[in-house]
């Protein structure tokens, strides 16, 4: 048995697009020797099409598409779509058994994730059956991501109660004993997915130990085909493959044979003869991962909104010479416009750095002063605020004349403006809203100061791409002369320690400051995290790449009484 596994990168609400991909790559994978292909969840709408599943027009377009797209395949596949469902949402997350031009088999999404990012149970019916099909003389049951991820250990497993697929499937496996039937009612598994990459995420995934431990729990290899590339705020990191725990392996060992990551790859397997342990594509590779999702999310993002180029803001400093050089990589050094914007209070290496950057990496360099823009704006609230003292109010007028100039550019050129903040930052409010805030996309805004030092010395591992003196240069915002990040932050290692601790694993001050950081320390980090939420609520939109970023897998209140210790 030849499997074709298409791991391909779809785009949301783009159904006739999606279909063309579909039916291309599945040309590929029978030319390549496949018996049959399998592609990834909801990969003939994109995943995810979020409310657009709401509209029944929508939900009628992917029924159309699919019954022509089926006449076209030149191979039995496993597409997912969604469907008409009699349910109270009306809708399914479906996949579809398509064999010489018919849909033969179609089976349901039973488990819907409704944790940090995702909200299916808004958009979908519950699917309460299995689904097992046979071809060629194999029987395979069909599931869909979550479905799968009910194992114990798993830490989202504890949510889901009543009807789980994978408990059924064992039951038709596996004696009550634990014993194998003599006679199986499946001999392989097939799971259609969109896994969000994130650290953690991937870290589950490690070496397929998970994928495997689901083939040792229903006694037969899974092939799994997962979505890659970026979607709005989330990154699909692909690595598809076929996996076998070690209980069913002639080796006795867990093996798995695994597609790239991050890329749209075709393979052809044999998920019964695997034999070896091939590609790392499940193993979370820090922070190199990090550089090819970033990559990738930028990509996706500007192309599927719509655009070609970008432009940002270069101030010389490190947040800014990162995303440009990761732009430059996702979207070619042409497509990149680098801004300088010094003012009157601007060090000389400022501009210098940004100069170095732009020449190293190829992209388009201007230079716009902005003290005329700054003066304009002091001279017309000179009456208003007579006899009051400058404070932050002058600083951000600055950042806020660097937004109007980069909005300007962005509107006459038609190129997206990237936002160059940091996790860091926006969580404790270092930036101004209307200003360098300013963005159709913050591609960084996931990542911590100190994994923002450690990408950019990653990416000059090889040679000098970022100067040096970006990198070697205390960080500063440059509102005033003399300014620097640690006049007012702890240092970065201590900052982002508990700044993770608070908003990744949700603790409260009392046990951060049992982990041993300083009480006082503690309190303004998380004073500060807390008073700026309504700063981030109208952020541009970040790429995910950690457990919870500040975007759709957090949602707090804004109006509401802060209390640090709970």
């Not at 300088?340 to 190829?362: F, Q, T």
């Not at 009051?388 to 100039?405: F, H, M, Y």
């Not at 550019?409 to 404790?428: H, P, R, W």
Request: glycine share 10%; hydrophobic share 40%.
């Amino acid at each position: 048995m030849k499997v074709g596994i298409g791991q391909i990168d779809t785009t949301p609400c783009d159904i006739a697009g999606n279909a063309q991909k579909i039916l291309d790559a599945a040309q590929k994978l029978k030319d390549m020797g496949a018996d049959f292909a399998i592609f990834p969840e909801l990969a003939l709408v994109g995943y995810t099409p979020k409310d657009a599943v709401l509209r029944k027009a929508f939900v009628e377009k992917s029924q159309l598409h699919l019954s022509l797209l089926a006449e076209k395949l030149p191979l039995p596949s496993l597409v997912g779509y969604i469907r008409k469902s009699g349910g109270a949402i009306g809708a399914y997350n479906s996949a579809a058994w398509i064999e010489n031009g018919k849909i033969k088999n179609i089976y349901n999404k039973a488990l819907f994730p409704n944790y940090d990012v995702f909200d299916e149970p808004r958009v979908f019916d519950s699917g309460k059956k299995e689904c097992i099909v046979e071809f060629c003389g194999i029987r395979m049951a069909i599931t869909i991501c979550e479905d799968i991820w009910t194992l114990y250990g798993i830490r989202t497993a504890g949510r889901y109660s009543g009807f789980k697929p994978l408990q059924g499937l064992r039951d038709m496996n596996f004696n009550a004993d634990g014993t194998k039937k003599a006679d199986k009612a499946f001999d392989l598994l097939l799971n259609i997915s969109a896994s969000v990459f994130s650290r953690s995420n991937d870290n589950v995934r490690k070496s397929g130990a998970m994928m495997c431990k689901v083939s040792d729990y229903v006694g037969v290899p899974l092939v799994w085909a997962n979505l890659v590339g970026g979607n709005d705020d989330l990154i699909f990191a692909g690595g598809s493959g076929v996996f076998a725990g070690q209980s069913i392996t002639k080796s006795g060992r867990d093996e798995q044979k695994c597609l790239k990551k991050f890329s749209e790859d075709l393979r052809v397997v044999d998920p019964f003869e695997i034999c070896s342990q091939e590609g790392d594509a499940a193993d979370y590779s820090s922070i190199a991962d990090i550089h090819s999702a970033l990559v990738l999310g930028i990509k996706d993002f500007v192309y599927k909104s719509g655009f070609s180029k970008v432009v940002l803001g270069l101030s010389g400093g490190i947040d800014s010479a990162l995303v440009a050089t990761l732009a430059a990589e996702a979207l070619g050094p042409k497509n990149v416009m680098g801004v300088a914007m010094p003012s009157a209070i601007s060090s000389s290496h400022s501009v210098s750095d940004a100069e170095e950057l732009a020449r190293n990496l190829g992209i388009e360099y201007r230079k716009v002063p902005i003290a005329p823009v700054v003066s304009g704006a002091d001279e017309a609230l000179k009456e208003i605020f007579k006899g009051l003292k400058p404070d932050v109010t002058e600083e951000n007028i600055q950042s806020r004349a660097r937004g109007l100039v980069l909005m300007a550019i962005s509107n006459k050129f038609g190129s997206m403006l990237l936002s160059t903040g940091n996790k860091s930052e926006c969580a404790v409010g270092y930036c101004t809203l209307y200003g360098d805030t300013c963005g159709g996309l913050s591609p960084i805004s996931d990542l911590y100061k100190t994994e923002v030092y450690e990408l950019s010395r990653y990416i000059n591992r090889n040679g000098i791409v970022i100067p040096q003196n970006t990198i070697d240069k205390p960080p500063s915002a440059e509102l005033r002369v003399g300014q620097k990040d640690q006049d007012s932050l702890p240092p970065y290692d201590i900052l982002d320690e508990i700044l993770r601790l608070y908003i990744e694993e949700m603790l409260p001050e009392s046990e951060i400051c049992q982990r041993g950081f300083d009480k006082a320390v503690v309190s303004d980090v998380i004073g500060k995290v807390e008073r700026n939420e309504y700063k981030r609520k109208q952020f541009a939109y970040g790429l995910k790449v950690s457990p919870l970023a500040f975007g759709t897998g957090r949602r707090m209140p804004l109006a509401r009484k802060i209390n640090k210790d709970a």
